[in-house]
């Protein structure tokens, strides 16, 4: 753990095919090798909500991509709600390890971005090399959610006159001046109504994640971390998701703002972790030389 390497970053794009024709995804890559990482951003953020730890991973020697999703930061967002779903978003995950040329990865994400790496693990278990799974969105969650994100929705869609006028006074803020997460929070809201509405109508009307039958038949290692005092990600979600998966660990964060302020001791424990995914094939390798 105390070997660091010096990690460059890359902005890379591809595109996936939709009904509407090719949408464009950009990402952000840290590092080189084969030890693959991929990253996946909360609901409506931006992938740079994921930079410090992935220049913490890049700089332990993982290869870290950190991605955004359809809809999300510097991706395209189109006003069609069968855009939006989390199997789509599994498939831009898979696209993109395509497009990196890498067998496998190890997948992690927060809130949306869990549930995401959950439909990867289930979809494609072939890709996934472990998955870090950070305030999951499950059954627990669902009242909330509902409250949450159904008023988000009637605003777009009734007043989006509401949604541009946030969006134009947001824009204005230069992002080098505020701290780093109140630009993160700026990005977050930076959505025309047209594809914010079609965002949330396509994920508020399907699946959110894969079920209980399936989780557990994840087996790919599997790093959960719960926060206490989280109405939208209760940490009963995220224990009881480590409960389902055969292969996982559970770890408690302090609280939910633990990993943002100080973020030393999870970063410590994911970093084990994902190197702890890949060690097996490295020795493998050697072996075999």
Known sequence: MSERHL???????????SDGGRDRLEYTEYGTGDAWVVLLPGLLMPRR????LARTLASAGAHVVTL???????SDKPDDPFAYSI???AEQVVALLDHLGAQQAVIGGTSLGANVTLEVAATAPERVRGILVEMPVLDNALEVAIVSFAPLLLTARVFPFAVSGLRFVTRRVPRGI????VGIGLDTVDHKPGPLAAYVHGLFFGHVAPP????????????????????LHPASDAEMLAGELPNSTFERAKSILEWRRSPERLDLVATKFVLGCWRPARRSRRTAN
Request: net charge positive.
């Open 7 to 17: 990690a460059s970053e890359r902005v890379g794009q591809f595109f996936v095919e």
């Open 49 to 52: 909500m994921h930079a410090s």
């Open 68 to 74: 955004d999703l359809l809809g999300h930061g510097r």
């Open 87 to 89: 199997t789509a978003f």
């Open 178 to 181: 505020v701290p780093w997460w």
């Open 212 to 231: 209980a039958a399936q989780r557990r038949r994840i087996t790919a290692p599997a790093l959960v971390i719960g926060h206490p005092r989280d109405p």
